[in-house]
């Protein structure tokens, strides 16, 4: 959206500005219709810049209004304003300088929502990544630091409350029944982390005492009306600042903290300096109107954001492709947290279905680009599974490396070297080297070349020596980004079970470099050779996924069938389970479902059935093990030729077979699970939830009667149990009466609550048959839809792209060709969110001959259309090379 040309941007280019910003003072009059922004910059020539270089500011869609330099009005000769570009021509050749700058902007007509926007009235910015520029005139680039002073002066009455950056300063009472406040930000920051709010918003607020005895005020604001819904993000924010003093040493650091909650935003949230901005679906919660999972994903938003405090904000990014520096990193500190306050081994299960179903699709179709990209033409499409997930499986193979103590050390070194700065990946890697004197060269390839690589092992026991004989192979294709492939440093954790389901003594007679329970792969191919077993082990590899390859491991079912009940390690007795599906239902797609009546052989059902009533169990683990694979992500594992409908055909049955043999034990878990009155969302009774949840879903698969699903729907108490009845009835039945009734009843009681009516939108648009589209098209007509809000149109465009395998993915390419009209229409208003949904196109040569023709033709035919944004036109460029 920034260069209409939209020219490549590369990492070999870096070079630092040739100006140095020393500070930033702003103040900013809001009006209706209306704002003006005054910055006065104190500027200084770079050494060793020539005196004849330009000063030149980013812009984006400005109107400059006013421009001094040291106190005199610059002559219309001495500068270019641009709307993309400021050129100032004769600046001081030495000294600092004063640049007063003036821009007049329309919050109102910002459907970008990047920059200064209105959502509801409530004025509020995003910057991230580039929007600052949109404000004013600016060296917008992550490492151009300063301190900044900002005065906000609005409508006392329309804006009685005023936020920014850092501490308060003054406030006050201007003419006109307008008011002023002025904040101040003692840290050095990058515009991208620049905020501001202002409305009439409703607060609560909870006092906070650092470890070393700081007082904090803890804020949390919200539409009018609905502070009531934010104590659990408050709740969630205490916990998180307390964990990152325990786990990390890292304290707060500025007097208050303030959350907002937005109602139009193009993200999750946002980790503004002392002002994080929040999509108000990661903010507010009660019983009747989120879910378990609501609660889990504010909990994990609202800690990821803290966290960045430190990673990020603290050390930022010296340009963006560095962005892993700051986003894996603290992906990987939200999972700890989640890990440390729920279960461990089910938060890693969830971490890895989450990775394979999005980031591994990414890293193997057109889209793939290393977690530190070297090029890219728009940055806000890296904001990507790659970046986050796969760069926070790095910093975990670090930490794994390592172990929990270098880790920590290195850690540490990293906030005391580089406080202040913006830094890189090298700088990163610098300190774990040298607090533990590791070697990471090899783990370093992992940041520089895309795709998933694939981990091949092989087993060989002989009986008669008693040894076992382990062989392990890396390898990774040559991918469409055409990077180098170097061997990594896999570490691949591991243990040898014993038939009574105990790790055997695991210490290599032979070959590579194993530490403890890890394998420590850094060439193409090792062997490990153990003796003296007593008896052949099973062998459970790549623990707790330890690394982020695909497994290539022909284990004998008798192996993985023990290991789904004996594994010491939870989270391979899941995976063993999971791949024993995952090959079953794979074999009945790959014959054309042909076997489809009966994909999974009763031994693995059986299987399944005994974790799921395996009491010694918590209730989360074992729906874990009762959710099959998800049909996207057997697409993938398909790889080429996918048929959607074969693949939900196959799944079906395996649900219904499930459900059939298992009636007893789902039965008696559904008596036994039921939600007790008082709700709590806590992990354990959230996951007794969705044991019993999960044990509905069977049951109504095997008699095929919703009627279960009607009762629950009717009687819940909360929104977990009522919108896991209404799935069932809308999925599974979507033409019965009862679910027409239930979603008429659904939309009735939530009509004034958007975040509840997303649930409304998002579930039809998932129906699981190619006639939802008839439904997403009528959908779109509702007067609740709008493409000016990016949760209704993620609920709408976006889980049908990204979700509904059957309707988009229509053999007629109906599906296809509905997405990319309303692409077209989304892409003038916000293009950001246009090219975001315009991803789900990215398989699209997996898929059978005929849709991918429809899918080609499309795609070709969209990405002519005249006038496409930066963003959408990168998307589709990069989706058919
Ligand atoms: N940095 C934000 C985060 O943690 C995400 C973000 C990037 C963002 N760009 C944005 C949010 C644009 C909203 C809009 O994770
Ligand atoms: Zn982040």
Redesign the pocket.
Known sequence: MRSEDGQTIRLEDYRPTDFILHSMDMTVRLFEGSAEIDTRLVLERRDGVAEDVPLVLDGDELTLTGLVLDGTALAADAYEAAPERLTVRSVPARDRFLLDIATRIVPEDNTK??GLYRSNGIWCT????E?FRRITYFLDRPDVLAPYKVRIEADKAAAPVLLSNGNPAESGDLPDGRHFAVWDDPFNKPA?LFALVAGDLDSIREPFTTASGRQVDLVVHTEKGRAGQAGYAMDALRRSMVWDERRFGREYDLDVFNIVAIAD???????NKGLN?F?HKYVLLDPQTATDGDYAGVET?IA??YF?NWT?NRITCRDWFQLCL??GL??YRDQEFSADERSATVQRIGEVRKLKAHQFPEDQGPLQHPVRPTEYREI?NF?TATV?DKGAEIVRMIATILGQDGFRQGMDLYFERHDGDAATIEDFLACFEAATRAELSHLAVWYNQAGTPTLSVREEYDAAADRLTVTLRQSLARGAAGTRTDPVHIPVRFGLVGSNGQDKEATPTHGADVEGDVIHLTEAEEVLVFENLGEKPYLSVLRDFSAPVNLDFPQSEADRLALARLDPNLFNRWSALNDLTGEALLRACREGGATAAAPLPPEIVDAVLATAADAALEPAFRAQALALPAEPDIARMLGRDVDPQIVHEVVQAARKAIGTRGVQVFERLAAEMATPKAFSPDAESAGRRSLANAALAYLTAATGDPAAAEAQYASASNMTDRLAALAILVHRFPDAPASQEALADFYQRFETDELVLDKWFALQATIPRVEALDTAITLTGHPKFSLRNPNRVRAVLGTFAAANQLAFHRQDGAGYRWIAGKLVELDRLNP?IAARIATAFRSWRSFDEARRDQAETTLRQLVETQGLSTDLRDILGRSLK
Do not use: I, R
């Open positions: 929502l990047m995003q910057c991230e990544a929007g991208y935003f193009n993200m999750g949230a946002m980790e901005v999509n938003v990821h954001e960045h990020g700051k986003e603290t992906v806000n904001y986050y950001q």
